[in-house]
């Protein structure tokens, strides 16, 4: 149910041309994409990923010792944004990285696009730039191996299939 | 035997088998719980796995390496001066490679591979290195990028490349390790599941077991007991007709008893003829009131049978309740005076003058009251009050108190009051006589109609008995003219009759019953000559003893209803019999007999139920009942009643008188025996019509003297003691020569004229 009224209203929303970027792009949507900005790709610099509605909360996860605090956009509206339509994503990190998410799974749950940890900008060292992050305190059942995996960090490339 | 089973079945410990249950129900609870232990345990073991995350270390360790591998790669193109320096794909490299190793200092790695030898050392290889890179590398580089600088610091990098390696196999292997010990642990979980599980199984039997075990104890215990109901029934029903034996057996034994009685009695009559000394008389009279006192025993004890057995059914009629106490008065009077004692009998001016009541009964209780009373008091007074009250149920109950001021009696005495046999004092009882029966037939009767009889006492300040009724009241108001019992009048009617009697004693008096009533009497002996006397001749009707030989009457009623001639199978038929069970009465009319006459015959009933066949024929002559005269002459002589004489010769010849006079002094003896008969069969109803006959006749021919004693018969009928109105009996018996003597002073008879010789 909340899925289907989330798609009816990502659907719904007005076909708006992305901009292009003006800085660095740090992240690809590829794939069946309807509102590319360059060639048949959606690039985004940081700035358009800050500039969507940002999201936070913090976390546990096996990646740090304490809960951490995460903020950035929904990955659901970084998709909107780029007009993706698909069954499958796939991310990829700056390691080549690689792992599929179903199409549903940012519309169940409220993965963010983390820009920031713990309000500070995040260093490729710092798992950076971006981050794909599970809402895992909010809900137990994402505490898996499953939901860790599909937690691509150093993300560079989203593939919608 | 089978009590014996009964029992033992019926008695296994029931505390062993309840507790069994509980055994197997304790362990059964005690299973679940482990069950739920080790779910519970697994459960953390299976959390734990996911929280801890151990499962993903091998794969960062992996990635760490891999990203070395990659950077190592990145920095010797570096390092290669014949390719230009790609300076940002060097840090991207160098930065991913970072962050890897970074994840090395994790704390769930550390939990994993903290132990493994050389991993605080290679830990602090990468960090040296990190730092000495960071220089020209790191956010704020503090020398310049160039070939130098990384070619110095590639050994360090290279140097890396075995001891990250060492760590991503220890990884593995640990991780390896771990998942084969969480599997021994999750083996052991389920093998203690199944353990469990078969442990459960088992106690799920056996608790099966148990309850099916005790379900199959239940059937047979219902079994049994359902046998010993059954067995219970059949005792009852055995116990009911033992005690349906013992009625009958008791109503053929006072048949049996009384037959002889005719005997004893008619002998003792007859001896009382003969010329006897005074001494001979006397002995004379004490075998009569003996013999008396006997019936009066045997007619309680039938009384209380018949109670006892829910034979008696009151007949309910309107009642003069006053004429009534002024009956029982009259009565007691005599008794209470003879001690000397006062009695006074006071109703209440709110009881109504008219109740519904059966009017003997209740004239049984109050005598059987009023006589104990007058029984057990030597001096004072005994007093009856009657009065009305409201009842407990809110019904108005009539309620009659007996007082007097005798002996009383202790609580002991009181509690066995009602008892059977018992009496009040056994010292005293030898000397009054009694069954004992009498209270008990009173209450029972008192409960019969609603009430009840309630005493209480204390020694030497007499007693107080009270009986208590429902109260119920005529709804029309009866008219006061009672109903006279028609006396023995010669019908119009002429009847063939045939008693079938096996009793010589019982034919002559049929024979002389018919003979007065107008009809020609024949006689068969038994129920087979009766039969075939039916066939010989016509019969208007049958009279038909029950108890004969050969063939009975039930049986001959049988086989007249059986023969083939219709005008002969439809004679009509009458019972005779001394027992007045209503089912003796039911098995004569089964068997066909129109109609049922209990003995003694009275020249009433047999009218009565002749006419019911035959229909009146003419009007039965109905005798004039005289008021009794005043003038009686001379001092108290009551014998004769000159006045009465007077009026009957006005009516008659004086010839006719003395035919008249002669007849019934004739008949005396026969009207005698016929009394006494009426005491024997405890009949008083016959008793009170014959002496009410008797009284009439007497009356209308003038003799005063056995008209006043037949009254007195009429009325003490049904509640003198035996012996009292044997008494009277023989005081009738004896009033018979001299009314003869004074009929002869007088003129009427003459003195040649003998008295006929009687049968």
Known sequence: MQAGSALVLAAALPARALERPRGTVVLTVSGRVRMPNDGADAHFDMAMIAALPQTSFSTHTPWYAKARRFTGPLLRDVLGAAGAQGTLIRLTALNDYKVDMPYDDPQRHDVIVARLLDDQPMAVRDKGPLFVIYPFDARPELRGAVYYSRSAWQLRTIDVL | ?759
Request: glycine share 6%; with cysteine; proline share 5%.
């Open chain 2, 1 to 759: 035997m089978a009590a014996a089973d009964d029992r033992r079945a019926l008695t296994p410990a029931p505390r062993l088998r309840f507790s069994w249950l509980g055994l197997v129900g304790f362990g059964l609870a005690l299973a679940l719980l482990a069950v739920a232990l080790v779910q519970a345990r697994q459960f953390a073991l299976l959390r734990q796995a996911v929280q801890t995350g151990d499962d993903y270390v091998v794969p960062m360790v992996y990635q760490a390496e891999t990203e070395q591998l990659l950077l190592r790669e990145q920095w010797r193109r570096a390092v290669d001066d014949r390719v230009p320096l790609d300076e940002a794909a060097l840090r991207l490299r160098y930065e991913i490679w970072v962050s890897r190793v970074e994840l090395l200092r994790g704390a769930s790695t550390l939990r994993l591979i903290a132990s493994h030898s050389g991993y605080q050392q290679t830990l602090q290889q990468i960090e040296d290195f990190i730092q000495t890179a960071d220089r020209a590398l790191g956010p704020t580089p503090v020398v310049a990028l160039e070939r130098g600088f990384l070619g110095a610091l590639l050994p360090d990098l290279e140097a890396l490349t075995s001891p990250m390696h060492e760590l991503s196999l220890g990884a593995s292997h640990k991780v390896a390790a771990q998942m084969e010990e969480r599997a021994a642990a999750v083996r052991q979980q389920n093998l203690l599941g199944v353990g469990l599980t078969v442990f459960l199984s088992l106690l799920t039997l056996a608790f099966a077991f148990t309850a099916l075990r005790q379900v199959r104890q239940l059937r047979e215990r219902r079994v049994v007991l359902e046998e010993l109901a059954a067995n219970l029934r059949i005792a009852r029903r055995e116990a009911e007709a033992a005690s349906e034996a013992k009625s009958a057996f008791l109503a053929n034994m006072s048949h049996e008893i009384r037959t002889p009685f005719h005997g004893l009695m008619g002998m003792l009559s007859l001896l009382r003829e003969t010329a006897l000394t005074p001494r001979q008389i006397d002995y004379l009279r004490t075998a009569t009131e003996s013999a008396d006192h006997l019936l009066a025993i045997l007619n309680d004890i039938l009384d209380m049978s018949q109670l006892e057995s829910g034979r008696v059914a009151l007949a309910m009629a309107p009642v003069d309740l006053r004429a009534l106490l002024r009956e029982v008065e009259a009565l007691m009077r005599p008794q209470a005076a003879a001690k000397p004692l006062a009695l006074h009998i006071d109703a209440d001016a709110a009881v109504p003058e008219r109740i519904v009541a059966d009017a003997t009964r209740l004239k049984q209780i109050i005598f059987n009251l009023l006589s104990n009373a007058i029984k057990f008091t030597d001096r004072g007074a005994v007093v009856l009050d009657v009065r009305t009250r409201e009842g407990g149920a809110g019904e108005r109950e009539i309620v009659f108190e007996v007082t007097d001021t005798g002996v009383g009696m202790d609580e002991a005495t009181l509690a066995q009051l009602f008892k059977r046999f018992v009496q009040g004092d056994n010292s005293r009882s030898r000397r009054h006589g009694g069954t004992g029966l009498g209270l008990e037939i009173s209450r029972s009767l008192a409960r019969l109609m609603g009430g009840d009889i309630l005493a209480r006492s204390r020694p030497g300040e007499g007693s107080c008995f009270t009986f208590r009724m429902p109260l119920r009241l005529p709804e029309v108001p009866a008219p006061g003219a009672a109903t006279k019992v028609p006396a023995g009048a010669p019908q119009a009617l002429h009847l063939q009759v045939l008693v079938a009697e096996d009793h010589p004693v019982n034919r002559q008096y049929m024979a002389a019953l018919l003979e007065t009533l107008g009809h020609e009497a024949h006689f068969s002996v038994n129920g087979e000559d009766a039969v075939q006397a039916l066939q010989k001749r016509r019969y208007d009707v049958v009279l038909m003893d029950l108890h004969m030989p050969v063939l009975d009457g039930v049986q001959a009623t049988q086989a007249i209803r059986a023969l083939p001639d219709a005008s002969l199978a439809t004679v009509p038929i009458v019972a005779l019999t001394a027992d007045a069970f209503a089912e003796t009465r039911e098995r004569c009319l089964l068997a066909g007999m129109n109609d049922f006459l209990s003995k003694p015959v009275s020249p009433q009933k047999l009218a009565a139920t002749l006419r019911r066949l035959f229909g009146t024929g003419a009007p039965a002559a109905v005798p004039d009942v005289l008021p009794p005269r005043q003038g009686v002459r001379g001092n108290g002589h009551a014998l004769v009643d000159e006045s009465a004489i007077a009026t009957a010769l006005q009516a008659m010849s004086r010839e006719k008188l003395a035919s008249l006079v002669q007849a019934f002094l004739d008949q005396a003896p026969e009207t005698v025996q016929r009394l006494r008969a009426a005491v024997r069969d405890a009949q008083p109803l016959e008793l009170r019509t014959n002496a009410h006959a008797a009284k009439g006749a007497a009356l209308n021919l003038g003799m005063a003297g056995l008209a006043a004693t037949a009254e007195a018969l009429h009325e003490g009928a049904a509640y003198l003691p035996a012996h009292e109105v044997a008494r009277l009996v023989q005081r009738y018996e004896n009033q018979l020569p001299a009314t003869r003597e004074a009929m002869i002073e007088l003129g009427v008879l003459q003195r040649t004229m003998q008295p006929a010789v009687t049968g």
